[in-house]
């Protein structure tokens, strides 16, 4: 639905490699979904660089995101709404509201944290604080209680101290999120930050981050374990490869239920690409969920 970036945070190089922001004309969108649902498609992702400002550069059309999805989630066909990646400090309360308001939103956000630490955020050009985010946070749980929250985290970046990483571990436990990218910061040539002399050495930067996806481990198996029991609508996209049944007249398929997780169920033998099945949870592994149907493919 866009392209490019006007934030220019210190560590990134996008705004550079990819121009400016540069929003697409709203019929434009609607027509392409149009055509993806003609030819079948039961899900749509927006996709933006930072998808909440759309709309706001010189190439928009006066509709704001809120409103885009509006429209997107009123075309006849469609059964769920992904978007991604926002930024916190431009999501405003019609884009909480959403989440409670759009049946077909998916109750799943990637919301990028990057540091917890309010000295490190400022450094980075994050145009947030740590309590705006858990304002954020707060905000889109209140719209959709069992909404599930994935992130993305730098360790290490520079100047980060001890007490500074020690806060990114806190928010990471307060806003308890589903799953996490993490990394290790390093240079872009170009960016402020390359600039910065205050680096942080290897061996510290692979300790933190070390540290910091044992936590992720932790948050993720609790909210997989807390799944078990639970009714789900899965969205087929292909034969399991690592999963067996104990019914040879049954094949494992696999596919992400609302919340984007990806659950494999066994299926009667058939291409069920593109289906949907009606499941209940029954096992948490590591990464992934096992359900049995309750319903046949539709």
């Not at 866009?2 to 550079?16: K, L, S």
Request: hydrophobic share 40%; net charge negative; glycine share 6%.
């Amino acid at each position: 639905i866009m392209q490019g970036c006007d934030n220019f945070c210190a560590y990134c190089i996008v705004p550079y490699t990819r121009g400016r922001q540069k929003s697409r004309l709203t019929p434009a969108i609607l027509d392409e979904c149009r055509h993806l649902l003609d030819r079948g498609a039961r899900e749509i992702t927006l996709l933006g660089q930072n998808v909440n400002a759309f709309g706001r550069d010189t190439h928009g059309d006066g509709v704001s995101f809120a409103t885009l999805l509006e429209k997107v989630a009123a075309l006849p066909g469609l059964k769920r709404l992904r978007y991604v990646t926002p930024h916190p400090k431009d999501m405003g309360p019609e884009d909480a509201a959403a989440f409670a308001n759009i049946p077909q939103l998916c109750p799943r956000l990637h919301l990028p944290l990057q540091a917890g630490s309010d000295a490190v955020l400022k450094r980075m050009g994050r145009k947030y604080d740590s309590a705006r985010y858990l304002e954020l946070v707060a905000s889109l749980r209140d719209a959709r209680p069992d909404i599930a929250l994935s992130t993305d985290l730098i360790v290490g970046f520079p100047g980060e101290t001890e007490e500074d990483f020690a806060a990114t571990l806190e928010l990471m436990r307060a806003s308890d999120f589903m799953s996490s990218f993490s990394f290790c910061y390093s240079d872009r040539p170009g960016t402020r930050a390359s600039r910065f002399l205050d680096k942080i050495a290897p061996d510290v930067q692979q300790d933190r981050l070390l540290r910091l996806q044992a936590l992720q481990e932790e948050l993720s198996q609790r909210w997989l374990d807390a799944r078990v029991g639970q009714e789900c609508e899965v969205l087929l996209e292909n034969a399991s490869r690592r999963e067996a049944t104990d019914d040879d007249s049954l094949q494992s398929w696999q596919g992400r239920d609302i919340y984007g997780a990806l659950v494999h169920v066994p299926l009667p033998a058939g291409d069920h690409t593109g289906r949907l099945v009606n499941a209940r949870i029954v096992e948490a592994k590591k990464h992934s969920l096992v359900a049995e149907a309750t319903g046949q493919p539709w």
